[in-house]
């Protein structure tokens, strides 16, 4: 079984930075591709980042692009969300999700992510 745990989240203010991790278990990233997600209250959840399984190919929403940078750490077993140039507007929870089914590409789609975090709270100030 698959196991995700989110860290990092916080409260910063706007144009600040923060850096969220998430420790994978049960899932080595060389055959999971890999997705960070965001719901803000009353809102639909939405894409942010995603990374393949091989080659490390990475996709980002239009909206995060140039600010937002998806990495990972084979050795460690981690995926990491460093979030620059911070926005109120990204404001949400964020959630790393993991799909294990070849060819284990990045996808901007949430229901092809088997695997999901409990979630870490990022909140934006202006």
């Known amino acids: 079984q698959v196991h995700l745990v989110e860290s990092g989240g916080g409260l910063v203010q706007a144009g600040g930075s923060l850096r969220l991790s998430c420790a994978a278990s049960?899932?080595?990233?060389?055959?999971?591709?890999m997705g960070w997600f965001r719901q803000a209250p009353g809102k639909e959840r939405e894409f942010v980042a995603a990374?393949?399984?091989?080659?490390?190919?990475?996709d980002y929403a239009d909206s995060v692009k140039g600010r937002f940078t998806i990495s990972r750490d084979n050795a460690r077993n981690a995926v990491f969300l460093q979030l620059n140039s911070l926005k109120p507007e990204d404001t949400a929870v964020y959630h790393c999700?993991?799909?294990?089914?070849?060819?284990?590409?990045?996808?901007?789609?949430?229901?092809?992510?088997?695997?999901w975090g409990q979630g870490a709270q990022v909140t934006v100030s202006s």
């Open positions: 999700a993991a799909q294990r089914r070849w060819p284990w590409a990045a996808s901007r789609v949430g229901a092809e992510y088997d695997y």
């Open positions: 049960g899932c080595t990233l060389s055959t999971c591709a």
């Open positions: 990374m393949s399984a091989i080659g490390g190919i990475t």
